[in-house]
């Protein structure tokens, strides 16, 4: 059987390194929606040269993160209410599918790579470091629906997750939200322990809507 595609690439560097600092940026919101990303203002921003700061964007654009409207540079997309509801209710399809089909009970190897997961996260939250906080999410949310044994599904949510990073991303920044997800992840963590299925479906879609009504309140209210 043919392997899915994957979003995983080996980036130099310096690129990954460009790649975070703008990551960052777009969670203190420092890089708003439609804020062009100007290649010679990034290379003074970040210490880098212009290939460096070309191929940054080029990953951030495959990663959906980044988008190069027709007649415009690089820029953070805006997403109007309708993009941002569909958006979502894939993403709920989605993670909704994952939950269903992950094999319960989990085995103890396998539930013992969540909680790691659950855990390097919840450190990376009181730590403060914003790129370690929304880089151990991914990865927390990479173990629970890597779960479900369906690479393709998985890498369908992976996507999603890089979409919807312009919307979702400011959650890392509020404590509120941060706090929350946190204590999400340790719920989603017993309902497997319980194998309860109801509960961690429920939860899955659940965990997403406190980043999103964040982002209507700043941008769509």
Known sequence: MPKPPTLD???????????????????????????????????????AKRHVVRAALAELQRLGVVVKPRHRGAELPRFEKAQL????????????????????????????????????HAAAARSGDLIRIHRENMAFHRALYGLCDNPYLAESIRLHDWLSFPARAYGAADPGALAQACAEHEAMVQALRDKDRDTLERLSVMHMDRAR?????????
């Open 85 to 120: 509801d569909d958006l979502y209710a894939m993403r709920a399809v989605l993670h909704r599918a994952a939950a269903q089909a992950t094999p319960l009970p989990v085995p103890r190897a396998r539930l013992a790579e969540v909680v790691a997961a659950m855990k390097a």
């Open 9 to 47: 690439v080996e980036l130099p560097e310096q690129v990954a390194a460009v790649i975070a600092a703008i990551e960052t940026d777009i969670i203190r919101s420092r890089i708003l929606p439609r804020t062009r990303l100007i290649e010679d203002h990034l290379m003074e921003d970040y210490n």
């Open 213 to 221: 009504q964040l982002y209507i309140q700043k941008f769509l209210a």
